[in-house]
């Protein structure tokens, strides 16, 4: 079974630059998660969808962040425009339909630089 | 709102010593806590959990016990191996729809040397 696939897995970009980061789930998962990590602290949880739509984004910042999952699918997550506290490894999970507490499966991360 | 405190790393052992990493929660009403480990250069992975009070949670030697009285969760490994060398993240759930979000620990560093 294939994992949670990220892309890219690293990022360098200027402040007041924008960025984009994919994620696709395992496949039938329904609820996707993206995570922040910054160097030092445990991930953060920005947003979870359960197939396309949003349950929580309580913690997304959302005058610069966004993140859409359209066809219940892939999902994109956006910031425009960094800021230098964006530095920090994006982590998306997803879990299956009946899982229970602490079912969640991570990719690899996208670590984003900004300069 | 709920959080997790663990113990500062990092941790440097030898080969064959004693593991413990502390950890202690807040949360409203009944969480499920977990113990999840970043190997070098991979993704982070569950490597136990306990869903109620006085749960055992075991995996790869690690365990750790939910203890409600002390809202703590401490992981134990008799004897570390340099292959259990990672960052380790103490983490809490809520039990049910999207209460299965996940709150993370700051995490520990474990180094073992041979």
């Known amino acids: 079974e294939a994992g949670v696939a990220q892309s890219p897995r690293y990022k360098i970009i200027e402040k007041r630059q924008s960025v984009a980061f994919w994620c696709n789930p395992i496949s039938g998962h329904a609820t996707l998660y993206w995570y922040q990590q910054i160097l030092g602290q445990g991930p953060k949880l920005l947003i979870q969808f359960q197939n396309n739509g949003v349950v929580d984004d309580s913690q997304l910042p959302k005058d610069r962040f966004s993140a859409e999952r359209l066809k219940g699918v892939d999902s994109t997550l956006k910031i425009q425009p960094a800021k230098l506290e964006d530095s920090a490894v994006y982590l998306c999970?997803?879990?299956?339909?009946?899982?229970?507490?602490?079912?969640?499966?991570f990719g690899p991360g996208t670590r984003l630089t900004v300069t | 709102g709920n959080s997790v405190t663990q113990m500062e790393g990092p941790v440097t052992l030898s080969e064959e010593a004693f593991l413990t990493i502390n950890c202690t929660y807040t949360a409203t009403g009944y969480p499920s806590l977990f113990w999840y480990v970043q190997y070098p250069g991979e993704g982070l992975q569950l490597l136990l959990k306990?869903?109620?009070?006085?749960d055992k949670g075991s995996n790869k030697g690690f365990e750790a016990t939910y203890r409600k009285e002390t809202t703590s969760f401490h992981l134990e490994k008799g004897s570390v191996q340099v292959s259990d060398s990672a960052v380790y993240f103490c983490?809490?759930?809520?039990?049910?729809?999207?209460?299965?979000?996940?709150?993370f620990g700051k995490g520990t560093l474990l180094t073992v040397n041979p």
């Open positions: 983490a809490l759930s809520g039990n049910g729809g999207s209460n299965y979000k996940l709150t």
């Open positions: 306990a869903t109620k009070a006085d």
């Open positions: 999970a997803s879990s299956p339909p009946a899982g229970g507490p602490g079912e969640q499966y």
